[in-house]
């Protein structure tokens, strides 16, 4: 099993940045797929970025490309998401997702586990 716990969620002006957190506890971290998901109330989640095992090129939504950046550090089981110049569409709850797979996945049905979420607010 595995669990994500998101962090670096806030409120924060259009244009500016902010850095999510996605710590993942389990023994095989560097062997699972995360990805990132986002959703607002009454829409349907969507795909941000995901990022795979070593060699896999990560994903990006185009909405988001250019913008975001997906990394993971490894040795401190953890996956970020640098978010910049925010516009006010990116305001969501931003959740992680993980699952022992080969590839970085844009489909939320391909991850087993996943965080509780974290608010992005973006103002003006």
């Known amino acids: 099993q595995a669990q994500l716990v998101e962090s670096g969620g806030g409120l924060v002006q259009a244009g500016g940045s902010l850095i999510l957190s996605c710590a993942v506890s389990?023994?095989?971290?560097?062997?699972?797929?995360v990805g990132w998901f986002r959703q607002v109330l009454g829409k349907e989640r969507e795909f941000v970025a995901a990022?795979?095992?070593?060699?896999?090129?990560?994903r990006y939504a185009d909405s988001v490309k250019g913008r975001f950046a997906i990394s993971r550090d490894n040795a401190k089981n953890t996956v970020y998401l640098q978010m910049n110049s925010l516009k006010p569409e990116d305001a969501a709850v931003y959740y992680c997702?993980?699952?022992?797979?080969?590839?970085?996945?844009?489909?939320?049905?391909?991850?087993?586990?996943w965080g509780q979420g974290t608010q992005v607010t973006v103002s003006s």
């Open positions: 997702a993980a699952n022992m797979i080969d590839y970085a996945s844009v489909y939320d049905s391909h991850y087993n586990y």
């Open positions: 389990g023994r095989a971290f560097s062997a699972f797929a």
């Open positions: 990022i795979g095992r070593s060699g896999v090129k990560p």
